[in-house]
C-alpha cells in the first residue's frame, strides 16, 4: 500500500526494526527500568544516611555580651536549655512553615550543649572574640559562640519613632561550628529577644503568641461523594509533572533517532538502505520507531503515575482528557524536534561533530521546556495564550495550561493542535531536504550556511 | 530486447564540480555490463542516480521500465561501493531485514534462502553471529547475499571484489556469472579495468564523468588490433633483439612488463609476424600481445593527458599489482 508516493510496509518495516533495536536492548531497559526504580529504592537510603550524619552534639562556652541589660539572664536560660530539647526551635509564628520545617527537624542533630558565661555590657567585643581562637584542650571550657546583643534589642533608643526598627544581635564562632548548631542556637536567641520585647512593651508573650498563630486546616473539595481533603500542592505540581513527562519522551525518542542514524551513516550501512527504501521512506520509518520508543516511555512513567494516584486515591486529580492531550502534544512536539535531529544525525559522520548543530535545537527546546512553567503559573495571561499558539513552544505550554486549574477553552486547544500540526510538517519537510542530501555526504562536517544549500539543492 | 537501463543525456554536479557529464547509456536486459575507470571518473555517482539514491540535474532516465528505480526498487540489488552492516545484528536477522525491505515475505522460506544462501558463500555457522564480529571479507559476502537474495531482474555491483582474497574473488566471480546466466542483468564497476576483462561482455568506459567507450568486448578486441610480438630468446644477449628488430614490419623492439617486446608498423600483418619473429632466433615463447582495455584506456585518455597523468591513470586503473595478481590467481 501506499500513502504520499511511500510504500507503508517498507516505512513500517524500518520503525519495527528501529523500534525494536532500541526498546528492546539492554541498555534501554537497564536506562527506562531499572534506573528509575534504583534511584527510587535509594530516597530511603539518602534519607537513612543523611539521618544517621547528625552533626555530633557540640559543647563548650558561649559568651553573651548583653548590651541592653535586659535579656542575658533569659538567653544564657535558652541556651543551655537547647542541650534538653528534642527537636530545635523553629523560629516562625507561621503554622505552614512550621509543619515543614516539622518535618526536617528530623534530620536535625543533637543539640548543642553549652554553658554560657555572661560578660559585662560594656565588654570590648575584640578581645571576647580572641577566646574564639584559644584552644583550652577542654572541650567543655572552649568557647565556640560569642553573642553580642545590641543595646537597643529590647527597647527603642529615646529618639526613636514608632515603627523604627529594633536592634538586633551579632553572633561570633569558631571556624568548625556545624552550622545546624548555629541554627538551632539563633532560633533560641530570636525568641528569647521577641519574647523579652514583648515584656518590655508590657504583652503576655503567651497571648501575643496565641493571638498571632492562626491553625490552618486542610481545604476540603466538596464532590458529589463526599467531601475530602484538597491535594493543593500535587494541583501545583501536576502540570510541572506533565511537562516533565513530555520533555522526557521528546529528549529520549529525539536522542535515539540522532544516534542510530549517525550509526548507520558511519557504518555504511545507509546506502544498502537507501537501495531498498527512499529516503523519505528510510526517515519516516525511523522517526515512527522511536516515536514508539518515546511513547512507550511516556506510558510506562504515566502509568506509574496513575498507579500511584490509584493507590493514594487521587486518581481524580488528573483527567483522562489530559492524558490524552498529552500524548497528541507529546506526538506534534516530537515529530518537530525529532525530524530536525534525524537530519542532524544525518548530516554529521559522528555523535561528536552533531553537538554543534544540536545547540540551536537544544536551546530552542530547553526554552520551551522553562517557558511553560511560568505558563502553568499563569495560564490565561495573553503571553501564555499565544505563547500556547506558537511552534515549537506551543505544546509544552498549551499542555501545561491544560493541567492547570485554569484549563483553556476547547477552540483554543484545537487551533493549537493546528498550528503544531503546521509546524511538525514545516520540520518535516526541512529535514527531509537535509536527511536525503546528507546521508551520503562523508568528510567535513556542515555547518548551519551548508545545511541552507543543502535544503535549497534538494 | 528491451533495454533494462536508459540514460539521456544524464548530469550530475556537486556545487562546482561535475562528476557526470551528458551520459547516455542503455543497457539490455540480460546483458552483463562492466563500468570501467579510474576512482573518481564517475562511476559511483552514475550507479547512485540508476538506484535513485542521487538525482540527476539534467537529463531522463529510466530503471526496468518505470521513470526511477524508486518504483523499481524490490526488483533491483545493489552492493554499493560504500559498504556497511549493521554491527550489532546478527547475521541472519540482517539478512530477512534485508529481504523484507525489499519486499520478500518473513517466514520460513525467506528463513530457507537466508540459510541457502550462507551455505552457499560458504557461512554455514555464521547465522546467529553478529555482524562485527565477521571478517571484512565475510562481511562482503553477507552484503552481496543482501543484494540477490530478493533474485532481482537488475544486479548492480561496485566495485565487488575490493578486499577479497584470490578465493573469495572466485567465488564471487563464479555467483556473478551465475546470476548473468540465470537471466539477470548484471552491471559491474571496478576501477581495475583487468577484473572486467575477465567478467563483462559489454564496456562502458568513464573517464572525468563522461562515457569515453561504450562496446561489447569483442568489438573493443576487434577494433584495437594487436600492436606488439611478446618474444622470449632461449638466451640472453642482444642477438635475438638484433634478429627481431631486423624484420620488415617490426618498429622497433624493447620490454614491457618484464617481457621483450615487438612493436609492429602499423601495417604489419600480426598473424605473419608472430611467424617472422619465432623463425628469427631461437625462442622460448612467442605471444601475440592483445592490447588490455587498461591500454585502451590509456590510449584514448592520452590525447587529454601528460605523461605524469598517464603514469598515475596506468597506477589507477590496474588497482596495484596485488589487484592485478588477485585477478589472476583468481581468473
Known sequence: MKLLGMQTAKVARVAGREFASTALTKGFIIGALVLPAFFAALMPLIVFLVDAAKPPAQVGVVAIIDRSQEVGPALSESLIALGDEDTPDIPSPDADV????????????????????????????????????????????????????DADAIRRGADAQPGDAFGSYSVFTRPEIDVRTVGRMRGAIDRTIRDNRYAAAGQNAEELRALTTVQRRDVQEVTESGTRDSNQELKLILPFAVIILLFMGVMTGGQYLLTTTIEEKSSRVIEVLLSATSPMELMLGKILGQLGVGMLLLLMYTGLGIVALIVFSMLDLIAWTTIVYMMIFFLLSYIMIAALMAAVGAAVNELREAQSLMGPIMLVLMLTFYLSFPVSLSPSATWAVIMSMVPPVAPFAMLARIASSEPPPFWQIALSIGTCSVGAWLSVWLAAKVFRVGLLMFGKPPNIRTLIQWVRMA | MSNAIRMNGVRKTFGPKVAVEGIDLSVPEGSLHGFIGPNGAGKTTTIRMIMAILFPDRGDLEVLGRKSAVESKDRIGYLPEERGVYKKMKVAPFLEHMGRLKGLDAGPSLRKATRDWLDRVGLPDVAQKKCEELSKGMQQKVQFIASVLHEPDLLILDEPFSGLDPVNMRLLRDLIREQHEGGRTVIFSTHVMVQAEQLCDHIVMIHNGKKVLDDPLGTIRSRYEPTAVW????????????????????????????????LLSEHADAGVMVGRIAAAAPMARVELHRPSLEDIFIEIVSADADTDELQQLRAAVRGGENAASEAEVGS
Request: glycine share 10%.
Open chain 1, 98 to 149: 512550621a509543619e515543614l520545617a516539622g518535618a526536617a527537624t528530623a534530620l536535625l542533630g543533637d543539640a548543642p550543649r553549652v554553658s554560657v558565661t555572661l560578660e559585662p555590657a560594656d565588654a570590648d567585643n575584640e578581645v571576647v572574640r580572641q577566646r574564639l581562637l584559644e584552644d583550652t584542650g577542654d572541650d567543655t571550657q572552649r568557647t565556640i559562640a560569642v553573642i553580642d546583643v
Open chain 2, 231 to 262: 618474444y622470449e630468446p632461449m638466451s640472453d644477449g642482444p642477438t635475438a633483439d638484433a634478429a627481431v628488430s631486423a624484420i620488415e614490419g617490426v618498429a622497433g623492439v624493447g620490454e614491457h612488463d618484464g617481457h621483450r617486446e615487438a
